[in-house]
């Protein structure tokens, strides 16, 4: 049984339009294969700044509005954002649930291993992964952290000096759009899957707010998707419908890569 948690949370994007990605996130829902669809009913005003972070407030209520809602929940659950902070509450659970056992794939274009303290514009997306990782914003940090070992971040290309640096240190497995298979080598479950749709190529799949060139083509990134096993959790985000004719074929892509996933 797969639920479907649609998260339409924009605050933790740093995007003059990031409220689009509320739409997106409903969009995203509508294309997933589900036994059942929960919509979190996230807050929709923009929060005020507090310790380096744009909107804080809002993002600690909806982080516990959405732990009410998986609360609820005891089927698989894809989560579909909004901006990529949705995916804070379903990895603290998966974490939870699974223990150091737990692999979290980050699919992204960008680290998302900024602190509140390295990243001047204080939006949280930018933060997510270090924050699951036990340093952010103090009220978004889980009580039991993943550790580096537990980390596998793919297709990544637009990390600043500073993530890269983290993650030399940390020892974080990264692979980049040229060797994207590798993070199938010895991948054991029980695997959560993070997918920010700017990890495609920009030239293929236009609904993203910040487009990075050089990016995976669709096919391949489901082609890999459905190369995975044991997966107990995903989430796809940061879908940003733009209005454009292409929008059409932007949700086939998403609908593919949701069939994908083997769940």
Not at 31 to 50: E, F, N, S
Not at 145 to 150: G, H, K, N, R
Not at 220 to 244: W, Y
Request: net charge negative.
């Amino acid at each position: 049984m797969t639920t479907v948690l649609c998260v339409p949370q924009w605050q933790g994007s740093g995007l003059g339009d990031s409220p689009r990605l509320a739409s997106g996130a409903h969009r995203t829902a509508e294309l997933m294969p589900a036994d059942a669809r929960v919509t979190v009913p996230v807050l929709d005003t923009g929060g005020k700044p507090d310790a380096g972070v744009r909107g804080l407030d809002v993002l600690v209520e909806n982080l516990r509005l959405t732990q009410k809602a998986l609360a609820d929940i005891d089927d698989v659950v894809v989560t579909t954002g909004g901006d990529c902070g949705v995916d804070l509450a379903p990895i603290i659970a998966a974490r939870d649930r699974h223990g150091d056992r737990l692999t979290v794939l980050w699919i992204d274009a960008h680290p998302d291993l900024y602190t509140p303290q390295t990243l001047r514009s204080g939006s949280f997306h930018g933060m997510v992964l270090r924050t699951l990782l036990g340093e952010g914003p103090a009220p978004l940090v889980p009580k039991k952290p993943l550790v580096p070992e537990q980390v596998i971040i793919a297709g990544e290309r637009a990390g600043a000096a500073a993530e890269h640096k983290y993650i030399e240190k940390a020892g974080i497995r990264r692979y980049g759009v040229e060797d994207l298979e590798e993070v199938l080598v010895g991948l054991t479950g029980p695997v959560y899957v993070h997918i920010d749709l700017d990890v495609l190529d920009p030239a293929e799949f236009g609904s993203i707010g910040y487009p990075e060139p050089d990016g995976v083509p669709p096919q391949r990134l489901i082609d890999l998707v459905s190369r995975l096993n044991n997966v107990v959790g995903a989430a796809i985000t940061e879908h940003m419908p733009s209005g454009r004719p292409s929008d059409a074929g932007d949700a086939e892509v998403i609908r593919r890569l949701g069939a994908a996933l083997p769940l």
